[in-house]
């Protein structure tokens, strides 16, 4: 399994909370939407931050996790011309893209209980 993990910050302007609300009501139905997410999507995961007065303040409003069975199809989900058209151009509305990361990898699994 190949999976890409991304790291989100709000644009300037907005929210976390308002954030939260456009990527899970807005952004998450568009990319839904698109039948390429429902074929090569294997699990779609997104975290966001909890409070944690003991460590310093989040970096990041959210992280993504996507799976995928290959890098062939993680690449046929975001180069389709509905990805391309209709996903992508939404992330100006919410994500500050100056500092967007990403990393494609395959986890190397040290602990797994239950």
């Known amino acids: 399994m190949i999976k890409m993990v991304?790291?989100?910050k709000r644009r300037?302007?907005?929210?976390?909370?308002e954030f939260k609300h456009y990527q899970?009501?807005?952004?998450?139905?568009?990319?839904?939407?698109?039948?390429?997410?429902?074929?090569?999507?294997?699990?779609?995961?997104?975290?966001?931050?909890?409070p944690a007065p003991r460590y310093p303040a989040p970096a990041y409003d959210s992280v993504v996790e996507a799976w995928?069975?290959?890098?062939?199809?993680l690449e046929a989900l975001f180069f389709?011309?509905?990805f391309l058209?209709?996903?992508d151009p939404d992330h100006e509305?919410?994500?500050?893209?100056?500092t967007f990361g990403?990393?494609?990898?395959?986890?190397d699994v040290v602990v797994e209980r239950g």
């Open 80 to 82: 389709s011309e509905n």
């Open 68 to 73: 995928f069975d290959s890098m062939a199809d």
């Open 6 to 8: 991304i790291t989100l």
């Open 24 to 50: 899970q009501h807005v952004h998450r139905p568009l990319l839904m939407s698109i039948p390429e997410a429902q074929r090569y999507l294997r699990r779609f995961v997104v975290s966001y931050p909890v």
């Open 102 to 107: 990403r990393v494609i990898c395959v986890e």
């Open 93 to 98: 509305n919410f994500i500050d893209l100056a």
């Open 85 to 87: 058209k209709i996903v």
């Open 12 to 17: 300037e302007g907005m929210t976390h909370e």
